[in-house]
T-cell receptor
Framework: GAVVSQHPSWVICKSGTSVKIECRSL??????MFWYRQFPKQSLMLMAT?????????EQGVEKDKFLINHASLTLSTLTVTSAHPEDSSFYIC????????????FGPGTRLTVL | AQKITQTQPGMFVQEKEAVTLDCTYD???????LFWYKQPSSGEMIFLIY??????QNATEGRYSLNFQKARKSANLVISASQLGDSAMYFC????????????FGTGTQLKVEL
């Protein structure tokens, strides 16, 4: 089946630093990818839609200058958490839909970010 | 706007028994898709089953079946012959035509399978 990878799987950083998370579709092309955020014991909340070749679309309440998204190619989207603070600590998951397969979303394994 | 409601924060079921996880949704769109995902403690999201709004038959995938009642706007997941490995968080989610395939998730149900 389709595979989406994320890197890194976990990261610990100091407050004020920036962290980049990569999301790759390994065996299909994805013109669109989605970034979700999940706090412990809560649901997934959509942060933004990453569009290849154009700007990302952010959900209401998500700071676009805080969470920079770049869809560099048809198989790669990156999320950069700029000037991270402890409240940014969370589980970040990306997904990519594959057209034609009921538009099923294939999820990456997630990245656990801890900001000290 | 789309909304997904899962009213069972936690469920217990005995091994080999069947269990139903509830999901209701609210949308004014005629064309939409309903999904169920399983999230074990590792965090990965595992796709279980899909139901399209125009599908007349309930979807089935192995031990998973989706009880789709369109008029009631419900899409309950039925897991038959529960196994210990079924213990996980289960999320109901919805996409809609024109929404660019993005998913709206319910709050989830934590399922625990007991011996």
């Amino acid at each position: 089946g389709a595979v989406v990878s994320q890197h890194p799987s976990w990261v610990i950083c100091k407050s004020g630093t920036s962290v980049k998370i990569e999301c790759r579709s390994l065996d299909f092309q994805a013109t669109t990818m989605f970034w979700y955020r999940q706090f412990p014991k809560q649901s997934l909340m959509l942060m933004a839609t990453s569009n290849e070749g154009s700007k990302a679309t952010y959900e209401q309440g998500v700071e676009k200058d805080k969470f920079l998204i770049n869809h560099a190619s048809l198989t790669l989207s990156t999320l950069t958490v700029t000037s991270a603070h402890p409240e940014d600590s969370s589980f970040y998951i990306c997904s990519a839909p594959r057209t034609g397969l009921n538009n099923e979303q294939f999820f990456g394994p997630g990245t656990r970010l801890t900001v000290l | 706007a789309q909304k997904i409601t899962q009213t069972q924060p936690g469920m217990f079921v005995q091994e080999k028994e069947a269990v139903t996880l509830d999901c209701t949704y609210d949308t004014s769109d005629q064309s939409y898709g309903l999904f169920w995902y399983k999230q074990p403690s590792s965090g990965e999201m595992i796709f279980l089953i899909y139901q399209g709004s125009y599908d007349e038959q309930n979807a089935t995938e192995g031990r998973y079946s989706l009880n789709f009642q369109k008029a009631r706007k419900s899409a309950n997941l039925v897991i038959s012959a529960s196994q210990l490995g079924d213990s996980a968080m289960y999320f109901c989610a919805m996409s809609f035509t024109g929404g660019g395939n993005k998913l709206t998730f319910g709050t989830g149900t934590q399922l625990k399978v007991e011996l």
